[in-house]
């Protein structure tokens, strides 16, 4: 074990490393330099979002111009701002987070435990995938929401149903990464490290688990929008509580920008769990040279 450590950190070890650690800059310039960066990136990255909303607002009537847009059909973003204040205001829609939030991290859950599982078995059983992936391929061509009032009927409008679909929605990007990420593992490295002696337990810790674990991270974070669909879609069918039924209430009152803030706050929501899933992505793997 200490012969493998020692050949491997002597290898990582070379020139031009060493000198590009002498040519770093010192540690308060590169965080200066990197937040710059980053607030360059946001900037550019939101300008097309305001340039938009500010053209739709103007279309909507505001400053006293014609309006091209009709608000009625498609809302209007100051109304749709005031929308998102009332739902906070009250308070009522806290519980209805929770509601969506839950259906969609245990499905999720559940998500990561059969894709990653199924991913493993079928990348070291090449029969099985043989016999698997057919089936696979054909259940994620099946629409999510063509699936869902089944799941209403077969499991009722409780938790299970939204959590369940929940699972099958992100279930397929986490197999398929888990899958794929298995099948690419460098066969080269595999049988260097064989020659200077790893058992399975060293091989798993230093081959398999770093090349699999950047795929398995990219498949949950497609699969945690693809969670968050499935439960508002099962909700948007069949509930009494979740942002899913908020937004179905609203539509069938034809309040288009209680609709849209609605969206608004499952967008936040979404953006919010990928900044979780990259934070802890950034910190797992934080052993990978930064392309940046």
Excluded: C
Excluded at 48 to 73: D, M, Q, R, S
């Amino acid at each position: 074990m200490r012969t493998i450590r020692n050949r491997t950190i002597s290898t990582r070890q070379s020139p031009l490393s060493s000198t590009h650690q002498k040519t770093n800059l010192p540690g308060s310039s590169r965080k200066r330099i990197t937040w710059t960066q980053r607030i360059q990136q946001l900037a550019l990255q939101l300008t097309p979002l305001v340039a938009i909303v500010f053209v739709w607002e103007i279309g909507a009537g505001a400053f006293g111009i014609p309006k091209f847009i009709e608000p009625a059909l498609v809302g209007k973003p100051s109304s749709i701002l005031q929308e998102v204040r009332q739902l906070f205001s009250n308070g009522t829609i806290f519980k209805h987070i929770f509601v969506t939030f839950q259906e969609a991290m245990s499905g999720l859950a559940l998500a990561m435990t059969g894709g990653i599982s199924l991913g493993i078995v079928l990348a070291y059983s090449p029969q099985g995938a043989r016999i698997t992936l057919p089936y696979v391929q054909v259940f994620n061509s099946l629409p999510r929401i063509a699936l869902a009032p089944f799941f209403i009927i077969w499991f009722g409008i409780g938790l299970l149903s939204k959590v369940l679909l929940a699972a099958l929605a992100a279930f397929f990007p986490i197999f398929f990464t888990t899958y794929q990420g298995l099948q690419s593992i460098d066969r080269e490295l595999v049988a260097a490290f064989q020659v200077m002696g790893a058992n399975r337990w060293q091989m798993l810790h230093m081959v398999i688990l770093p090349s699999v674990l950047s795929w398995v991270i990219a498949g949950i974070r497609t699969s945690l929008g693809m969670a968050l669909v499935g439960a508002l879609v099962a909700e948007y069918i069949g509930s009494t509580q979740g942002l899913g039924y908020l937004l179905m209430a609203a539509q069938g009152t034809l309040n288009v920008d209680k609709a849209w803030a609605i969206l608004v706050v499952l967008a936040f929501i979404s953006v919010l769990l990928d900044w979780g899933v990259r934070a802890l992505e950034s910190h797992i793997l934080r052993w990978r040279s930064n392309p940046r």
